[in-house]
């Protein structure tokens, strides 16, 4: 299959070509050139020499293999992707277009930055089976979603282990995603929450703890007071009944046995009690939640620090005696060790004009535009596409691509095609719609 990108006037196009494909007066085409379907790249196709390219429309948007280059996949994003896939099916078997034309790999989803709406490429004759197409495309999101994001890797590899089954209903697993979506929305960092108490929280149990100590504490005065009373009470039976006591003849052998027993039973039962209190009173304090004040607790954390950190041995750039290098050296520390670099100086677009500013090229792949969050130079101006242009470095050699820009990327005057990737050298200038560069 061909691939080539064109600009008229008003648009631009992605062109496909594939001599191998069925022939062009299928009712699929048909039906794709004569309906603007819903999240389906408008085409058109034309003729040459026999062989047929199908034009595909692609102003003001951008694959999402570009898209998600610098830029993790999130859970809006995920939600957008499997919603538009499930809507573009059901606008298959509407229009009565065989799914499995569709061209599911990223270079090829094409993406609206402005309105987040995903655009899928159909070409006819293409049949290439959509779930093995769509199990390679799940593994793409895989790598790309942000992992941070509890909800997004699990959806994420929800997707990715339901499509390795056999004979797996696509629908089904998509559907049951996006009605599952609102069920567990956020619900495991609610439970992490729940499970995680704040100061305040924590404060509260210590006090109800506490309280809960103190309030037994009167039980055990109150429980005091009655066997002293009980004591009291007996010593003074036995006071009044002096006389009738010592009329009654008691063995002595008799009485120290009987005494001996009481008293194990009295040491038995006490020991019990005893025992049983001390246990309780272990489990209360290793409920406990103590908490330490910001003081400490920061104290703590620069003590840490302190005995984490080794000691350094700082070579300055004056201790370097060869000085054919000494200007071109720079140091990194690991512990005790030194390790000394040479410096590779960077490219660099210098602007021509002082209100925009000046980029380092230091990525492999440096993206230009005016969309911060998508690219690594933001170019304020509203001449310049939100995902303008790039730079990348290969091997020794930097390369310039437009990225289907509305006003263009100039190399040296000349105005690149869409998608068009020219090799630049220092003192290029480069320009991003009426944005000035030089390359150095």
Known sequence: MQLEFKRDLNNNYMILSDDSLSNSDDYRVRMLISNKIPFILKCNVRKFDQATKYYYEITSKHPISRIFEKKKIKKEELNILVTSFLKVLESSFEYLLNPNDFIL??????????????????????????????????????????????????????????????????RNILSSITIEENKVEYSKSKEVEQEIPTVSQASEEVEKSTEKIKSKKPLFLFGGLVIISALALLLYFLYQNLAVIKSIEINNDILLKVGGVLLIVIVIVIYSFYKKAQSKQEEESDSLIIVEDDESIQTKLEKDKEESVEPVTLIHKEEVHNESIKEDLESSYYGNTVLLNYRVPNKRLISTMDIYQNFDLKEKTFLIGKMQEHVDGVVLDERISRIHAEIKKVDSKYFLTDLNSTNGTFHNGRRLEANETVEIHPEDRIQFATVEYVFR
């Open 105 to 170: 790999e990223p270079e090829y989803i094409y993406m609206n930055i402005e309105t987040n709406q995903i655009y899928f490429c159909y070409m006819p004759g293409f049949e290439k089976d959509i779930s093995q197409s769509f199990h390679t495309l799940t593994a793409y999101i895989l790598e790309r979603i942000d992992h941070e994001d509890k909800y997004t890797v699990a959806t994420a590899y929800e997707l990715y282990r339901q499509t390795m089954n056999d004979n797996y209903s696509l």
